[in-house]
């Protein structure tokens, strides 16, 4: 069944409907979040233009991999006929990609300022700089606490002065940029020509430490991209190298090493950064007998190298074993989510400590609404009218964020508006971090890993919170509303508000009302089954089909049938944010949840239940018991 055409633009309008009359709306000129009063908004209208921009580049660039000729397709080793196992193929190069560029930051540039970094980079790389910059607190966590990545840190504005001027993502490179980047990573500029090359990834073998030159794809499904990876080490035929083997290696090095200051996720703490925090976290890990230096006469001479594949051996490469050894240890940290947050940074050897393969595909659900809303067409937004909807969008943002702090307890979810509003003001990097301590009084992360019935609940609280705050309705794309009647719970969350909020209702347009529906990501991991999500899909295909029967029958409104088709149903596949207080996350990243689509031979980390995106005590919305927002 054909899904309905996109709401037209300004001229296509002027064609259709001429006597349709401009929409009232009077931006405001200053903004209420908190306490606090500002002139002018956190995130401008360039800005959100800029993104959609971006976000019709990604998905042009998706499109393009997806319908690579057959002459182009040969030419790429294990290149998947399968458009979405392609589609992941070319994710996992991609980060392969970044993560070599992130290095290199470091070896060449550390302390540079950010003006001498490359100002065009390959689309590839900008995809996945994007989606790390979307999980804010694992980057800045990343850039504070390893080494390697404190290049990266002085870069993460990068995106975000860019989004002004949007050509500069499909810009040519030059020459200088192209030798540039081809000296930094050792790869071609051109995302094909490098798939046509980037062939392996050097990984450590964790039982001698030797250098095993891993295929990315094999014929076997064995690749370091695949589900089944596992790779034999030549050196000492230590035969069980897999991503659990590496994360288990990973972790134990950030144990033992004097130069990572702690493990990911201890860093924050519900006071603030706490760097002594994180140290004494790995302290106390440390303590236990299986992690710590052997006893015996020769033990103070064991150096650091032979003690990391002792301990790698003693816990026998196991992700479990380990995992109840850091239990066992921290019984008595006041943390119920330590160990989550721990132990779901560590998926394999690579330095993030968020999948990024995983999140590069839910942020695809995002730009694929975008999409079908019509927002990312060109020139959509071009004329001062149609600028009301990206005026609308920064307006509730920051009504948002005022809910949020208004109620640091509380989990709240936002709506696609809203939404993209949050996600261009996070890739401002340190001015968004900077902007939520001083506004919201807390850093607002982004995680997606809440549960289906955790966030339908939450986007019902999230709808009452606002409607008793601003006087105005959440959503007016004429959803049901999800969730169960939880209106005692408000006069408890929200404090009154008596400011006007008139600019909070929306014009009569179709493309404004729309975008009101509730945000949900797939919350989606690359190595999973689908069963599951698939009959959810068929399911909705069915009623879809009724409602369209309905249509030409006379039964339905064809304009609710309309707004239906052209978004999925609220929290299908959900997904969370988590809430800071001062600078710390109170609850915080966990494992991503199931695609819609199936597409099992990939690899992107362990996986849990659908989620979908709220707000927590240190960012965006969230849901959870300790409060937030999500997208």
Not at 516 to 534: C, G, I, K, L
Request: glycine share 6%; hydrophobic share 35%.
């Amino acid at each position: 069944m054909a899904t309905p055409n996109p709401p037209l633009s300004h001229s296509e309008r002027e064609k259709t409907l001429p006597n349709d009359p401009a929409p009232v709306y009077v931006f405001p000129e200053t903004f209420r979040i908190g306490t606090s009063t500002i002139r002018g908004p956190v995130v401008r209208v360039p800005q959100l233009k800029g993104h959609l921009a971006l976000l019709k580049a990604f998905k042009d660039l998706q499109i393009q991999i997806g319908n690579l000729d057959p002459a182009t397709a040969r030419k790429l080793s294990h290149c998947p006929n399968d458009r979405e196992r392609r589609w992941m193929w070319f994710i996992g190069l991609a980060v392969e990609r970044f993560e070599r560029w992130c290095l290199a930051l470091t070896v060449e540039n550390a302390g540079s300022p950010p003006e001498e970094t490359p100002q065009v980079l390959p689309l590839d790389v900008i995809m996945v700089f994007h989606t790390y910059l979307l999980n804010p607190l694992c980057f800045w966590e990343d850039c504070s606490r390893i080494p390697e990545l404190a290049g990266l840190g002085h870069y993460g504005g990068l995106l975000g002065r860019a989004l002004e001027t949007p050509e500069i993502f499909v810009t040519p490179p030059t020459g200088s940029e192209v030798r540039r980047w081809v000296k930094m990573t050792s790869t071609p500029f051109d995302y094909l020509e490098s798939a046509a090359v980037l062939q392996t990834r050097i990984v450590d073998c964790p039982q001698c430490s030797g250098k095993v030159e891993a295929a990315l794809m094999n014929v076997g499904g064995t690749g370091y991209l695949q589900k089944k990876f596992v790779a034999t080490c030549p050196h000492c035929s230590f035969a069980s190298i897999t991503d659990e083997s590496l994360a288990v290696r990973r972790i134990c090095d950030d144990l033992i090493s004097t130069s990572v200051s702690s493990l990911a996720g201890t860093l924050y703490t519900p006071a603030g950064v706490d760097h002594n925090h994180g140290q004494l976290i790995k302290e106390i890990i440390m303590r236990s007998p299986k992690l710590g230096r052997p006893n015996g006469k020769d033990s103070r001479a064991m150096s650091d190298f032979k003690w990391l594949l002792h301990m790698v051996a003693e816990v026998e490469y196991s992700l479990s074993r380990l995992r109840n050894i850091v239990m066992a240890s921290t019984t008595k940290v006041k943390d119920r989510n330590l160990v989550e947050r721990i132990m779901g940074a560590y998926s394999d050897d690579k330095l993030f400590s968020v999948d990024l393969r995983s999140a590069v595909l839910r942020q695809g659900s995002f730009i694929i609404k975008m999409y079908d809303l019509g927002w990312t067409k060109p020139q959509f937004f071009d004329h001062e009218e149609d600028e009301v909807a990206l005026q609308h969008s920064i307006a509730r943002y920051h009504a948002f964020l005022d809910l949020l702090a208004s109620s640091p307890g509380s989990f709240f979810v936002p709506t696609l508006d809203i939404d993209l509003a949050w996600h261009t003001h996070q890739l401002t990097a340190e001015h968004y971090k900077i902007a939520c301590m001083d506004y919201v009084g807390r850093f607002i992360d982004h995680d997606d890993s809440v549960e289906a019935s955790k966030l339908s609940s939450a986007f019902d609280i999230t709808c009452r919170a606002w409607k008793n705050r601003f006087k105005v309705e959440y959503t007016h794309c004429g959803c049901p509303l999800p969730g169960q009647t939880i209106g005692r719970k408000l006069s408890r969350l929200v404090k009154k508000y008596t400011v006007d909020t008139s600019h909070l209702v929306p014009p009569a347009r179709e493309n404004i009302i729309a975008a009101t529906h509730p945000s949900d990501h797939n919350a989606v991991t690359a190595n999973q089954e689908y069963a599951s999500t698939r009959e959810q899909w068929q399911k909705r295909n069915r009623r879809r089909a009724r409602e369209a029967q309905d249509v030409r029958m006379g039964k339905a409104d064809p304009l609710r049938a309309s707004r239906g088709f052209a978004h999925f149903p609220a929290f299908l596949v959900p997904v969370p944010i988590f809430f800071v207080h001062g600078d710390a996350p109170i609850a915080r990243r966990s494992v991503p949840a199931p695609m819609a689509n199936p597409a099992s031979d990939y690899t992107g980390g362990s996986s849990t239940s659908a989620t979908g995106a709220c707000a927590h005590g240190s960012g965006g919305s969230g849901c959870g018991d300790n409060g937030g927002g999500g997208d």
